[in-house]
């Protein structure tokens, strides 16, 4: 399997523009996860789906961010308008639960985002 | 939410060296993994071990699930050990969400 596949990989923009990160997991996981990491706030997770529904999103700062999951092999996270402090590595994840026995979370490569 | 704490913050060694990562958590947890973050941002799977031990040939970890704690042993180290060591769990029944320590930063010199 590719593991779980994010892009872009890097992304600067200027400040008050929609930025758009995209996620594929890991083809047959039903969980997919969105964190943040940052120097001040470290690894923190945004939200997370189930079977493409959003099950805990008390992570997401603000009404700025938001997250969709239209199908089981596409995830999206969108910040607009973005600002100097959302600059971060944004990690995309997926899980299953299908084998209880490896309960595990595996990651994509990260967006770095930084916001200008 | 659930507590963790790692330890030591950072960790400098010679190659060939021996260490040890612990990881405390504040309550029970039903999921607890290891990863190491490469120097390019790359998070990699260690362990997953809510309890026992295991062991993956340099690397062991042992988690005592009844005293709230993990280690994680590297035998030998080298400079491609170097990095970020993350410990996280997940508390409770539920599913979801893992909650990460701050990491121990480990640099191996040559």
């Known amino acids: 399997d590719a593991g779980v596949i994010q892009s872009p990989r890097h992304e600067v923009t200027e400040m008050g523009q929609e930025v758009t990160l995209r996620c594929k997991p890991i083809?047959?996981?039903?969980?997919l996860f969105w964190y943040r990491q940052t120097m001040m706030r470290g690894l923190e997770l945004l939200i997370y789906?189930?079977?493409?529904?959003?099950?805990?999103d008390s992570g997401m700062p603000e009404d700025r961010f938001s997250a969709k999951m239209p199908n089981a092999s596409f995830s999206t996270l969108k910040i607009q308008p973005s600002e100097p402090r959302d600059s971060a590595v944004y990690f995309c994840a997926s899980s299953t639960l299908a084998d209880s026995s490896t309960d595990t979370q595996y990651f994509g490569p990260g967006t770095r985002l930084t916001v200008l | 939410g659930i507590q963790v704490e790692q330890s030591p913050p950072d960790l400098i060694l010679q190659e060939g060296a021996n260490s040890t990562l612990r990881c405390n958590f504040s309550?029970?947890?039903?999921?607890l993994q290891w990863f190491h973050q490469n120097p390019w941002g790359q998070l990699i799977n260690l362990f997953y071990i809510p309890s026992g031990t295991k062991q993956n040939g340099r690397l062991s970890a042992t988690t005592v699930a009844t005293e709230r704690y993990s280690l994680l042993y590297i035998s030998s180290s080298q400079t491609t050990d170097s990095g970020v060591y993350f410990c996280?769990?997940?508390?409770?029944?539920?599913?979801?969400?893992?909650?990460f320590g701050q990491g121990t930063i480990l640099t191996v010199h040559p």
């Open positions: 083809s047959g996981h039903d969980y």
């Open positions: 996280a769990v997940r508390g409770g029944t539920s599913y979801g969400k893992l909650t």
């Open positions: 789906f189930n079977n493409n529904v959003p099950i805990d």
């Open positions: 309550d029970s947890v039903n999921n």
